[in-house]
């Protein structure tokens, strides 16, 4: 079976190494986003998923424009029997999804029609969900609606961030795409449920933003969670911005809203709407990523102060 793979996030690099590395498949090229323009310096940035095939000497095409006749007429010379599509972070118009015989298939990771959209992995730990998934699904002209050949259920442990759940999801679609395109022929789709679909957005950076009178500490444990690699979860004192990576709830008797509750050698705790998080890995505005006992040392918080 001859794949072309589109992908342009990390998500995609275990799923394109799994097609690459297996016998019963030929991966004849790849097609990914362009290159990004850097913060710093202007330099350029390859996405993940071009790295990744540099390493196998695959053929990379990294159009800005998928309608333009050149772009099709590319995609063609392929001679691809199937798309794979994970990650890739633009819609494929229908003119493409008629060119393989076999149609075009994505990896999601979510269980759908739950969390259709580009930030499924997020809104599960947003939304403190005990189970996620991936879905392996035919790809149609509407978002995250095709019908679905795969599916397996994750259950989200208490330790669980975006890095962990997103590199853990990524492995399992890995396994999901081959078993998919090894029984492609036996397998019969089912349609989704529209009635239960849900739809998730893009993050910005303002969601990262806690309000520690307006969140209880379990939403905002779950924000910090789910910011873990971008933005971030974070707040302000003193005109300085500080980001919180990893937090335990402490429970209260009485709520302190966004008051300094305890500033010791050993725990900085915070007050929320409800309860409290005692903060375990913090990073001050401009400095590196540091442990609590770290911080302690070098920062002073006044208890009984309340975070603006």
């Known amino acids: 079976m001859r794949v072309l793979f589109f992908g342009t996030s990390r998500f995609a690099v275990e799923p394109l190494k799994a097609l690459i590395e297996s016998l019963s498949f030929n991966v004849v090229g790849v097609v990914s986003t362009p ?3 850097g913060k710093r310096g202007k ?4 996405p993940p998923v071009k790295k990744e095939a540099l ?41 493409l999804l008629k060119i393989p015989k076999l149609g075009s298939i994505n990896i ?10 580009p930030s499924p992995i997020n809104f599960a730990l947003l939304n403190g969900d005990r189970y996620t998934g991936v879905s392996i ?26 890095t962990t759940l997103h590199d853990r999801l990524s492995k399992i679609g890995s396994k999901m795409i081959l078993c998919t395109l090894e029984n492609f022929d036996k397998i019969k789709p089912i349609s989704q449920d529209e009635k239960f679909a849900t ?3 893009i993050i910005k950076k303002e ?70 998080i005692s903060i375990k890995t913090i990073q001050p505005q401009s400095k590196k990523v540091m ?13 009984g102060k309340i975070i603006q």
Request: proline share 4%; glycine share 6%.
């Open 137 to 162: 699904i035919s790809i149609t002209n509407k978002m995250d609606a095709g019908d679905i050949y795969m599916q397996w259920v994750e259950k989200i442990s208490k330790n669980d961030n975006y």
């Open 55 to 95: 390493k196998y000497g695959l053929d990379i095409f990294q159009p800005e424009k998928l309608k333009d006749k050149d772009t099709v007429k590319k995609i063609q010379s392929y001679g691809a029997d199937i798309f794979v599509v994970v990650s890739y972070g633009k819609f494929i118009p229908e003119a």
């Open 108 to 117: 999601h990771p979510s269980i759908l029609p739950k969390y259709r959209g």
């Open 207 to 276: 969601d990262g933003l806690i309000d520690f009178k307006k969140e209880t500490a379990n939403e905002i444990i779950n924000k910090i969670k789910t910011f873990y690699e971008w933005p971030t979860a974070y707040f302000f004192y003193n005109g300085k911005q500080f980001k919180i990576l990893d937090a335990d709830l402490v429970e209260l008797e009485e709520n302190q809203p966004a008051k300094v509750i305890e500033f010791t050698k050993k725990k900085f705790v915070i007050g929320c709407k409800e309860n409290a």
């Open 199 to 201: 739809y998730t957005r």
């Open 43 to 46: 330099k350029l940035i390859q």
């Open 35 to 37: 290159d990004a323009i």
């Open 291 to 303: 442990n609590i006992q770290a911080f302690l040392s070098g920062y002073k918080f006044n208890v």
